[in-house]
């Protein structure tokens, strides 16, 4: 069955230094796609970043970095020098199906708390 | 603002009754997504549309039910509610359904069952 572990429910750091949330992802389907996405106290839905089963290189899109290591079924979200308003919840997704269709399942989150 | 428009934003009502959640796409997206959000059951896929047609199904329940019309938005029927559908409904939208498309989400509804 599809899974989405996402094991550190709180995490603190310190403003202007770098983090890292971890995803682990269980599938046995060879066509996946993985994301995460950013939800502030204001409730909405934010899409980070995107990383594709077969992508060889790493995902990156501006202070945001996926550590993909297929092997490990790990896909870990790297925030470079945090800033305050990168306080809020982070969710890890994966996304699988056909060309039909695409279901996604969610992570139960973690909670980022950057400190001045 | 990502594009995605969802009404109403705060919807209470009580057991047993029915309500229809809206959403608006982004221009030009044909496909739309179906989320619940809740404390208990965390982010949940219900439901993908991709130009009027289902593509996709999750962990819908049976009392809901949605559909896409020809002007690409979208409605979402949730019947005998109960209190343990209270929870934020997000509507997504994509371009093109397929894999590694971006999804851009609404602002959300948050039903209140009392």
């Known amino acids: 069955a599809q899974k989405i572990t996402q094991t550190q429910p709180g995490m603190f750091v310190q403003e202007k230094e770098a983090v890292t949330l971890d995803c682990t992802y269980d599938?046995?389907?060879?066509?996946?796609?993985l994301f995460w996405y950013k939800q502030p106290s204001s409730g909405e839905m934010i899409f980070l970043i995107y990383q594709g089963s077969y992508d060889e290189q790493n995902a990156t899109e501006g202070r945001y970095s996926l550590n993909f290591q297929k092997a490990r079924k790990s896909a870990n979200l790297v925030i470079s020098a945090s800033q305050l308003g990168d306080s809020a919840m982070y969710f890890c997704a994966m996304r699988e199906g056909n060309t039909g269709g695409f279901k996604t399942i969610f992570g139960a989150g973690t909670r980022l708390f950057v400190k001045a | 603002d990502s594009g995605v428009t969802q009404t109403p934003k705060h919807l209470i009502t009580a057991t047993g009754q029915r309500v229809t959640l809206r959403c608006s796409p982004r221009?030009?997206?044909?496909?739309v997504y179906w989320y619940q959000q809740s404390l208990d059951q965390g982010l949940q896929f219900l439901i993908q549309y991709y130009n009027g047609e289902e593509r996709a199904k999750g962990n819908i329940l049976e009392r809901f039910s949605a559909q896409q019309f020809p002007d690409l938005h979208s409605e979402l029927n949730l019947s005998s509610l109960e209190l343990g559908d209270s929870a934020l409904y997000f509507c997504?939208?994509?371009?093109?359904?397929?894999?590694?498309?971006?999804?851009?989400f609404g602002p959300g509804t948050r039903l209140t069952v009392l």
């Open positions: 599938t046995s389907d060879q066509s996946y796609g």
């Open positions: 997504a939208s994509s371009l093109t359904g397929v894999l590694a498309d971006t999804q851009y």
């Open positions: 221009s030009g997206d044909l496909s």
